[in-house]
């Protein structure tokens, strides 16, 4: 799955340090990243040197003083930061295969700003999970400038990964949204959707969001219900996976078909049916745990 980067190893526990020359620049704009391609997959990153030098040669006189660099992870001994342009309020979320990153300039000769959907396929995998990690982290700086509680500015904290309200004490951490995805058996047949109106054009599996005071399995049972008319027994947990597109942790499960008839919720799917392995429709790739369940 996207995140199996053996034997390479991520760590994304805070410190407080500054970048080194050969320290890796992630810099975001709404939903798209500064890097560069190198060859059809490979995708390449500044080193802060380089970003440094670009921003100090910019024809716009920016300067790199206006910048503000945080850690945010390692892979191995690889180093990465994220680079925040002082006072800009940032817009944009993560929309699925856009070319929304073309509506910014790029900052830096020799970089384009590329979509974040370019991270599924990206090489090498253990940058790409490095770089999806960081979207996410970085979605939560992004929407978290001022204190929800009071509106004042926030700050982060030189101990853990934090952002603190210096007026009212409170206290932020990252975002993470806990959503179930479930196989839905019959016998050997599989259940397979399609999403409504999305770019998305491959079956998937039945997901979504888990509500306040549900259970995993009660919210597996609801959605089920919710988008397909069907009721599901014996659920059991397969597996979990961490998608920020945005913010979410991925809970797998596998859950036996009970009784119903497939009707589809129109605005979430176009299309759904059991599969038996002999015929299944356009699948997603390996590198999620929605694939990872339908193999099994």
């Known amino acids: 799955m996207i995140q199996d980067i053996f034997p390479k190893v991520l760590n994304n526990q805070y410190v407080e340090c500054s970048p080194c020359d050969n320290d890796i620049i992630f810099f975001f704009k709404g939903s798209s990243l500064l890097a560069r391609y190198e060859g059809e997959d490979v995708l390449v990153y500044p080193q802060y040197k380089e970003f440094v030098l670009g921003i100090n040669k910019a024809d716009n006189k920016d300067t790199v003083d206006n910048y503000t660099f945080v850690y945010l992870l390692?892979?191995?001994?690889?180093?990465?930061?994220l680079a925040r342009k002082s006072g800009e309020l940032l817009k944009g979320q993560y929309i699925g295969d856009s070319d929304i990153h073309k509506e910014y300039d790029t900052v830096i000769d020799g970089f384009d700003f590329v979509g974040v959907n370019s991270f599924r396929k990206a090489e090498p995998k253990a940058q790409a999970f490095a770089a999806i990690t960081a979207f996410h982290i970085y979605?939560?700086?992004?929407?978290?400038?001022?204190?929800?509680?009071?509106g004042k500015p926030?700050?982060?904290?030189?101990?853990?990964?934090?952002?603190?309200?210096?007026?009212?004490?409170n206290m932020i951490y990252p975002k993470i949204c806990p959503a179930v995805?479930?196989?839905?058996?019959?016998?050997d047949r599989i259940l397979l959707t399609k999403y409504a109106g999305r770019t998305y054009r491959n079956y998937a599996l039945i997901a979504g969001f888990n509500e306040a005071v549900e259970t995993l399995e009660q919210t597996v049972?609801?959605?089920v219900m919710e988008e397909t008319g069907l009721r599901v027994k014996n659920i059991t947990y397969f597996g979990s996976q961490p998608w920020p597109y945005p913010s979410g942790l991925m809970v797998g499960f596998i859950a036996d078909y009970e009784s119903g008839k497939i009707k589809l919720q129109a605005d979430e799917l176009s299309s759904g049916a059991f599969y038996s392995k002999d015929?299944?429709?356009?699948?997603p790739r390996k590198l999620s745990i929605a694939r990872k369940l339908i193999d099994w």
Not at 140 to 149: L, T, V
Not at 181 to 187: E, F, K, M, R, S
């Open 74 to 81: 390692s892979v191995d001994d690889t180093r990465y930061f």
């Open 139 to 150: 979605g939560w700086y992004r929407d978290n400038h001022f204190c929800g509680r009071c």
């Open 154 to 169: 926030t700050i982060h904290d030189d101990r853990e990964r934090m952002l603190k309200c210096p007026s009212c004490g």
């Open 181 to 187: 995805i479930v196989a839905v058996t019959d016998h």
């Open 221 to 223: 049972k609801r959605e």
């Open 279 to 283: 015929n299944l429709p356009e699948i």
